[in-house]
């Protein structure tokens, strides 16, 4: 195959875009990558990355072992009343992680962030501008005003993040044994409020 | 030296009890492991246990590098204002952890904990012995109330944990820009009420 030759649609299409979006992420980090970069490393039509994948977000998701699209349930999330964000992010949070194959990923995602800089560096690039970034813009925009500094939104945003990935740590790798144990009600009555603080602080 | 041998005082045996009591951490756990048991691994008397380290959540947490003894800080928070424990939590632990020390004592501690189990197990008995159980116990004892089930005040430490080490991988690890740049000030606000809503719920 030329260095230009473009790969047919099938089984190893799937797989050549994977093993080369994980390079290019890898070596320029989240937002430097483009479908277009990827596709030219595979040696495949960009459409067909869309096709596979339906995007960048998705392809990030892929790579990382994500079991779900983030994007689109952060959608789900903050498309639902306001008043219920907290729980509801708690128990989306939930439906993703909390299986044997969910925990395993989390653990795998953990590890690679602990041990592996430009793991860590697409990881923080990947929730900001998919996760975070989201739910900012999505929350300005119900509230319909501009009174909460960015960097105040910013940070809100972060803390939320950081009180579910310290549930994932205390449930899926310490397993302290109340955490483990907590039903989803349990969790969502008890975590909703914290994330309905830090996101929607004046509902 | 034979077996029964008793090492004199001095630079040797500080590390000498250091590499024994990894040991016996590592192959029995955290609650079984006794200071006796590492005197006895060490050759030393255990009374140079307890001279050199203060006691076995001391040298434990000597083990794992951990910057300062947890019980004893726990015990200022818990001995302070009730209604200002949540607050006071989130200034000692980041008095504790927010060096470049600490950090990467930070990374190095979440490291083991991922990738190796018998880290995890010793993490998870430590937390639930010497951090948790202590303010469990005394918050139990301050509110003069059995009111809340053992399970509620155990859960209820848990999450106050899964916030704490949910910062600390937000600030340290994934380097989320905002929340690196949050000052302590601004975090003890934001986060007090968090950890003021899990452990102290009543107040």
Not at 19 to 30: L, P
Not at 73 to 100: H, N, Y
Not at 124 to 139: A, D, K, M, P, S
Not at 154 to 181: K, N, T
């Amino acid at each position: 195959m030329s260095p230009r030759g473009r790969r047919p649609g099938g089984v190893d299409t799937r797989a050549a875009i994977l093993t080369a979006a994980r390079a290019d992420f890898a070596e320029q980090g989240y937002d430097a990558t483009s479908v277009r970069g990827i596709a030219r490393r595979a040696e495949v039509d960009p459409a067909l990355v869309h096709h596979y994948f339906g995007g960048k977000a998705k392809l990030f998701a892929a790579v990382l072992d994500i079991p779900a699209d983030p994007a689109a349930l952060i959608g789900a999330v903050v498309q639902g009343p306001r008043d219920q964000v907290g729980e509801s992010l708690v128990r989306t949070f939930l439906s993703v992680w909390d299986s044997d194959e969910g925990r395993q990923r989390f653990q795998a995602l953990l590890r690679s962030a602990v041990t592996h800089d430009e793991a860590t560096l697409m990881l923080r690039e990947f929730l900001t501008r998919e996760v975070f970034g989201r739910v900012v813009r999505e929350l300005a925009a119900s509230a319909g005003s501009g009174r909460v500094p960015t960097h105040q939104v910013e940070l809100r945003a972060g803390l939320a993040a950081s009180q579910m990935i310290g549930l994932a740590v205390m449930r899926y790798i310490v397993e302290l044994p109340a955490v483990v144990a907590a039903s989803h009600d349990e969790l969502a009555v008890m975590l909703g409020p914290t994330l309905q603080g830090y996101l929607a602080p004046d509902d």
